[in-house]
C-alpha cells in the first residue's frame, strides 16, 4: 500500500505558476508517478507522467511546454510545476503512482486525495 498526499494547489491569477507536490510513504523509487486532473462535470483526465529514475516523462499536449514534472527520490516526492497556466486548467489534480508509467486512470493502483486549483480570468 501507498499513501500518497498532495499538497500545493490554490488560487492564481492567468499566466501565473504554481507548484503541486506529491509526498508517498514508501518505496517511492519502484514507481511510476503521474499527475491526473478533473473538472467539474468532465471525467479524469491524464496530465503527465515520469517513470521511476526520473528520466522519461510525458505530457498530455494540452500541458506540454508549460508544465514540467519532476521527481525527488531521496524526499520520496513527486512535483509539478505549473506555469502559464490557463483558466481551463482549473481542476482538482491528483497524483498517482504505478508499477509502470500509465496514461489512463483506470490503470492506476493508487491515488492521493487531490488538491484544488483555481486559475482566474
Known amino acids: 500500500q501507498v499513501q500518497l498526499v498532495e499538497s500545493g494547489g490554490g488560487l492564481v491569477q492567468a499566466g501565473g505558476s504554481l507548484r503541486l507536490s506529491c509526498a508517498a510513504s514508501?518505496?517511492?523509487?519502484?514507481?511510476?508517478m503521474g499527475w491526473f486532473r478533473q473538472a467539474p462535470g468532465k471525467e479524469r483526465e491524464f496530465v503527465a507522467v515520469i517513470n521511476r529514475t526520473g528520466g522519461t516523462t510525458y505530457y498530455a499536449d494540452s500541458v506540454k511546454g508549460r508544465f514540467t514534472i519532476s521527481r525527488d527520490n531521496a524526499k520520496n516526492t513527486v512535483y509539478l510545476q505549473m506555469s502559464s497556466l490557463k483558466s481551463e486548467d482549473t481542476a482538482v489534480y491528483y497524483c498517482a503512482a504505478d508499477r509502470l508509467p500509465v496514461l489512463t486512470p483506470a490503470q492506476v493502483d493508487y491515488w492521493g486525495q487531490g488538491t484544488q486549483v483555481t486559475v482566474s480570468s
Open positions: 514508501r518505496t517511492f523509487s519502484t514507481y511510476a
